[in-house]
């Protein structure tokens, strides 16, 4: 059975002028449109394809990637907006995605990023967009343990930190004091649960929890030292965001690892930048 709002596995049947039609089980045949079709594309032919509804509400396929799927948070961008019926945002396709006026916490003006959740409208069953982001999280308890790796998307800031869903499903915080550049709303990282607090609340960071991160961070930078050359440009001077950006973890633990690695005297610091010791064998950190 073909599913609305995400990608699905589909059959080609037949090829028309329009297209190639598409086995989408009990909802019939679903047209991929002649300028979506892969090249060498043959009958019978398993193509990845996203399904959505077009302007006569007819499933439609697609082989581009939205910006999200149903099920998923994104900030998309106002590109359009229809007093009485809602904004319509960029996500990526050629029909915009709707945002009803119900679905809106405050007003939009074209231009603005919102955060929302798309969803199935179970009325309509079409695709639309929502701001009213708690509606789709879950309030069971979590099945996270601590420690864990785990997919983010950044919400808003609070007093204490920023709020993040964690793998669409539930709140966690990230503190202001663990983070060592600006986060935006929709941005979408790895982190990792910190701890899962007995009131239900979960505590987030952006790094492994302990000195269990030191270890294959280690590891990482002298196989980034050995892809060039022996050298890199990064040390204890770089920014946290060049060192996030570059090796996914904080400068803290970029710190550790570097002090990991000169102790056993792997590296050698030379202002700036660091490079493997060459009167060592090149052992891997354990």
């Known amino acids: 059975m073909a599913q ?16 190639l039609h598409l086995d989408g089980g009990p909802d019939g045949e679903i047209l991929l449109p002649g300028r979506e079709i892969p090249p060498g594309t043959r009958l019978d ?6 399904l959505y509804r077009d302007s006569q509400d007819r499933l439609i396929a697609t082989t581009a990637s939205p910006l999200a799927q149903a099920g998923e948070f994104a900030a998309l961008t106002v590109v359009d907006y229809h007093p009485g019926t809602g904004a ?3 996500w990526g396709l050629s029909k915009d995605l709707l945002l009803p006026i119900r679905e809106q916490t405050h007003h939009l003006s074209v231009g603005d990023l919102p955060l929302v959740h798309v969803y ?25 343990r601590d420690g864990q790796s785990v997919a983010l998307t950044i919400a808003n ?28 709303p929709g941005q979408r990282l790895q982190g990792f649960i ?9 505590d987030l960071c952006l790094d492994p929890v302990g000195y269990q991160r030191v270890p ?3 590891q990482q930078i002298v196989a980034i030292l050995e892809g060039g050359g022996g050298y890199s440009p990064y040390d204890d001077q770089s920014s946290p965001e ?9 400068k803290k633990a970029f710190k550790q690892a570097l002090g990991a690695l000169f102790r056993q005297r792997r590296i050698r610091f030379e202002n700036p930048g660091i490079r493997l010791n060459p009167h060592q064998p090149q052992k891997r950190s354990s």
């Open 216 to 218: 294959p961070l280690a």
């Open 88 to 90: 319509f945002l960029n």
């Open 4 to 19: 609305l709002g995400v990608r699905n596995s589909l059959t080609v049947l037949r090829e028309s002028p329009s297209g």
């Open 242 to 250: 060049e060192i996030r950006d570059v090796f996914q973890t904080s």
């Open 157 to 184: 800031d609070t007093p204490l930190g920023c709020n993040a869903i964690i793998e669409n499903s539930h709140w966690g915080l990230l503190y202001h004091t663990d983070l060592a550049f600006p986060l935006f």
């Open 45 to 50: 032919d398993a193509l990845d394809v996203f």
């Open 194 to 202: 910190r701890s899962l607090r007995e009131d239900g609340k979960i």
């Open 120 to 144: 199935v409208d179970p009325r309509s069953q079409r695709l639309a967009a929502s701001m009213r982001l708690d509606r789709f999280l879950d309030r069971s308890p979590p099945p996270y």
